[in-house]
């Protein structure tokens, strides 16, 4: 089963969610494998402190010229829907130029296919990457257990785009494993490419403005890509009239709320330190799993 945890803004507490779901599936005897696809800022290896066994780095293919072979023509820029390359004609005082700006190229090829002199190839370019382990959960004091296999990916810094690097993770979904996708906050690309082929959305909310309006958005997203879905509303009861505004959103569209965890100070303070509140408070443990079976219910009578 694959399952994905998102959000529609930043700051909900989907991380949180994803980390403490991940592991109180693993304490439960489940094997389960843990994808970080926030690749612009991953922060889930922080809670689960991995043992990095494998790196990958990331790479995307862009148009390299040959101007010995090259007569300037321009046709590779006129093919270029986003303007990644741009044609410097020869003339008496100056000679011709192909200028390349790998920052806005998509890695299509179009541009290779049209030269008409053959004189552009592609290169690899390194965009960022893939880091692979295993994180060790402690059962008790002294006793630990190893079954949780995490992949994150980093981009590179001043990079664009993080839809390869995403790409570059989710290819460890080849696992027999429960997999917990940890999805980018907001509604663009990298999500999309993220919650992408899940069985089953965990949206985390907050009881905020910003967080009622953007939990709308995605759940637009997700009845597009037809992924069910269901709510999980974090720091539960901080603000009461917002908390029952949502609730009345949810219940108007027909979404269920599968959890709500408190505001509570305990639960910050765990969070600050990079530990998983569920390894210190052990009564939410059963309650990650209980919303976990509860979600294999609805999707068996779906």
């Given at each position: 089963?694959?399952?994905?945890?998102?959000?529609?803004?930043g700051?909900?507490?989907?991380?949180?969610?994803?980390?403490?779901?991940?592991?109180?599936?693993?304490?439960?005897g489940?094997?389960?494998?843990?994808?970080?696809?926030?690749?612009?800022?991953?922060?889930?290896?922080?809670?689960?402190?991995?043992?990095?066994?494998?790196?990958?780095?990331?790479?995307?293919?862009?148009?390299?010229?040959?101007?010995?072979?090259?007569?300037f023509?321009?046709?590779?820029?006129?093919?270029?829907?986003?303007?990644?390359?741009?044609?410097?004609?020869?003339?008496?005082?100056?000679r011709?130029?192909?200028?390349?700006?790998?920052?806005?190229?998509?890695?299509?090829?179009?541009?290779?296919?049209?030269?008409?002199?053959?004189?552009?190839?592609?290169?690899?370019?390194?965009?960022?990457?893939?880091?692979?382990?295993?994180?060790?959960?402690?059962?008790?004091?002294?006793?630990?257990?190893?079954?949780?296999?995490?992949?994150?990916?980093?981009?590179?810094?001043?990079e664009?785009?993080?839809?390869?690097?995403?790409?570059?993770?989710?290819?460890?979904?080849?696992?027999?494993?429960?997999?917990?996708?940890?999805?980018?906050?907001?509604?663009?690309?990298?999500?999309?490419?993220?919650?992408?082929?899940?069985?089953?959305?965990?949206?985390?909310?907050?009881?905020?403005?910003?967080?009622?309006?953007?939990?709308?958005?995605?759940?637009?997203?997700?009845?597009?890509?037809?992924?069910p879905?269901?709510?999980?509303?974090?720091?539960?009861?901080?603000?009461?009239?917002?908390?029952?505004?949502?609730?009345?959103?949810?219940?108007?569209?027909?979404?269920?709320?599968?959890?709500?965890?408190?505001?509570?100070?305990?639960?910050?303070?765990?969070?600050?330190?990079?530990?998983?509140?569920?390894?210190?408070?052990?009564?939410?443990?059963?309650?990650?799993?209980?919303?976990?079976?509860?979600?294999?219910?609805?999707?068996?009578?779906?």
């Amino acid at each position: 089963m694959i399952l994905s945890v998102a959000s529609g803004k930043g700051g909900t507490g989907k991380t949180t969610v994803a980390v403490n779901l991940a592991i109180s599936l693993a304490l439960a005897g489940k094997p389960v494998l843990f994808l970080d696809c926030d690749v612009e800022e991953p922060n889930a290896h922080i809670f689960l402190k991995p043992s990095v066994e494998k790196e990958l780095k990331v790479f995307v293919k862009v148009p390299a010229v040959d101007e010995s072979e090259c007569d300037f023509c321009g046709e590779c820029s006129k093919f270029c829907a986003f303007n990644a390359m741009f044609v410097v004609r020869p003339s008496e005082n100056m000679r011709g130029k192909v200028l390349i700006f790998n920052e806005l190229c998509h890695g299509c090829g179009g541009c290779m296919l049209v030269c008409p002199r053959n004189a552009i190839s592609e290169r690899n370019r390194e965009v960022g990457i893939v880091k692979r382990g295993r994180a060790t959960v402690p059962v008790a004091e002294g006793v630990s257990v190893a079954n949780i296999e995490i992949v994150f990916g980093e981009l590179r810094l001043g990079e664009p785009s993080p839809v390869p690097v995403v790409r570059a993770v989710k290819d460890a979904l080849k696992s027999p494993s429960i997999v917990v996708i940890d999805a980018p906050p907001g509604t663009s690309c990298p999500v999309v490419h993220s919650v992408f082929g899940s069985d089953y959305c965990i949206l985390v909310s907050e009881p905020t403005p910003f967080g009622r309006h953007d939990l709308k958005l995605m759940v637009d997203v997700l009845r597009d890509l037809k992924i069910p879905f269901g709510v999980v509303l974090n720091r539960s009861g901080v603000v009461s009239t917002e908390k029952s505004q949502i609730h009345e959103y949810c219940e108007r569209e027909d979404i269920e709320i599968l959890l709500e965890i408190p505001h509570e100070r305990r639960i910050a303070e765990l969070y600050a330190n990079g530990i998983p509140f569920v390894l210190e408070m052990r009564e939410w443990q059963p309650k990650f799993n209980e919303m976990f079976e509860k979600i294999c219910e609805r999707l068996r009578n779906s």
